[in-house]
């Protein structure tokens, strides 16, 4: 069991779905939703729980919109 | 455990590790999807965050796609006219020199239109800090050829290529600088992988750092897609930026303490 879990947030109607995010995880834990929001991109989200909370996603997002969350288990 | 009591325990605030800075508005970026525009921002107004310098900051906006920077960045900011961001910013650094002054610019405006202003102001040597962001290319009319723009590279108005006998050669404007006297630090970076953005944040922090010292202009270059411009996806055209761009704007430090340690 990993040591640490994380697990992202994030803001939908601002995501442009460009999937450089999905380029940058490490764990392959985000894909891209088959549903669009306000504007009609398809948004990314989370697919499974083996998110560790490393920022990647979150740093290469032009739009800025993740937010990441880490805790010890 | 379950998984819903580990999301509620995660959700909280204190377990946040990354969030979007403060620093920038909740305003949508007007950038297309992917462009580097928004990660260039994001770092530079992380640092000025970082170093608690948001009342003491004014920036620079210049035009092109990222005109409406003002928008973005919540401090203190001004506008110029086309390639005139460093004629502005030395004004403003001249007549408020207690303020950290940065000019955020891209090819088309620093590198055509404003190629005069910014040497002078490089050769002067003036105490602010060039934010250079060169996508080979004018992303906000359409796509058209800027002087930065390679070699055999197709754009709206070089259809069949850049060629070097008809339309000059491609300017290395951050080569260019660095050998002036009055450059402190060049360097060149780009935003294309966490690896990157992080040795960016680092070399726009040690440019603002530096900035404080009034030792001489600092000069980050932010080699960047336009994913629009060459018609490619964003991640398509993080990869061909690896592999066209990078060879002829190759990464990494130009200038450092006043000296040149690559050549040029």
């Known amino acids: ?73 | 455990m379950s998984d819903t009591i580990i999301k509620e325990q995660i959700f909280k605030p204190e377990n946040i590790v990354y969030k979007k800075t403060d620093l920038m508005t909740d305003n949508v970026l007007s950038y297309c999807p992917g462009c580097g525009h928004g990660t260039a921002h994001r770092i530079l107004m992380e640092v000025i965050d970082e170093m608690g310098l948001q009342s003491k900051t004014i920036g620079i906006a210049p035009v092109g796609c990222s005109v409406l920077a003002y928008e973005f960045m919540n401090v203190d900011m001004q506008q110029a006219a086309h390639g005139r961001a460093p004629a502005l910013a030395t004004a403003i650094k001249r007549l408020l020199p207690d303020k950290t002054v940065f000019s955020y610019q891209g090819d088309g405006d620093l590198a055509a239109i404003g190629t005069a202003e910014t040497i002078h102001a490089c050769n002067r040597g003036e105490n602010f800090t060039v934010i250079f962001v060169n996508n080979g290319i004018y992303g906000m009319t359409g796509g058209q050829m800027a002087p930065t723009t390679l070699e055999g590279m197709k754009s709206s108005t070089s259809p069949y290529g850049r060629d070097s006998q008809t339309m000059g050669h491609p300017l290395k404007m951050t080569e260019l600088v660095a050998q002036l006297p009055g450059t402190y630090y060049v360097t060149r970076q780009a935003v294309h992988t966490p690896a990157a953005v992080r040795k960016a944040k680092k070399a726009i922090r040690k440019a603002i750092e530096l900035q404080q010292q009034k030792v001489g202009m600092t000069f980050v270059e932010v080699v960047s897609n336009c994913n629009s411009g060459w018609k490619m996806t964003p991640v398509d055209s993080n990869k061909w930026m690896v592999e066209n761009m990078f060879p002829f704007y190759p990464l990494g430090d130009i200038k450092v303490d006043g000296k040149l340690v690559k050549e040029v």
């Open chain 1, 1 to 73: 069991m990993a040591k640490v879990k994380g697990d992202i947030i994030v803001d939908i109607e601002k995501c442009k779905g460009c999937e450089v995010c999905i380029d940058a995880c490490p764990t392959h834990t985000i894909a891209m939703s088959e549903q669009v929001n306000g504007k009609g991109y398809h948004f990314m989200q989370n697919v499974h729980d083996a998110c560790t909370g490393c920022t990647n996603c979150a740093i290469v997002c032009p739009d800025g919109v993740i937010t990441v969350y880490r805790i010890k288990v």
